[in-house]
Nanobody, 119 residues
């Protein structure tokens, strides 16, 4: 089993920064299989940031240049540094881990962290 716990969300004003953390436990094989998603109010969950097969960071176009994903090996998790936040970044942010296996992949999700950007 895998458990993911996000922290660091909150209410900030436009232009400010936040750093989200994701702490993992259980049978996590590779942090490169972890990524961040978000779900804005009234919308579907969307991809935010993760890693390519070459283990380089990749981002959604909407956050490129403002957000930075990094790995936290000590806590088997991730960070998401979010700068220059905009109102449209308001969402519940989820940490996600995919375990690849021959008989079907398994997706694990954290409980989510609320990020609200408002003046």
């Amino acid at each position: 089993q895998v458990q993911l716990v996000e922290s660091g969300g909150g209410l900030v004003q436009p232009g400010e920064s936040l750093r989200l953390s994701c702490a993992g436990s259980g049978s996590i094989v590779s942090l490169s299989n972890m990524d961040w998603y978000r779900q804005p109010p009234g919308k579907q969950r969307e991809y935010v940031a993760g890693f390519t097969t070459q283990d380089t960071a990749k981002y959604a176009d909407s956050v490129t240049g403002r957000f930075t994903i990094s790995k936290d090996h000590a806590r088997k998790g991730l960070y998401l540094q979010m700068n220059s936040l905009k109102a449209e970044d308001t969402a519940v942010y989820y940490c996600h881990y995919r375990r690849y296996q021959l008989n079907g992949n398994i997706d694990y999700w954290g409980q989510g962290a609320q990020v609200t950007v408002s003046s």
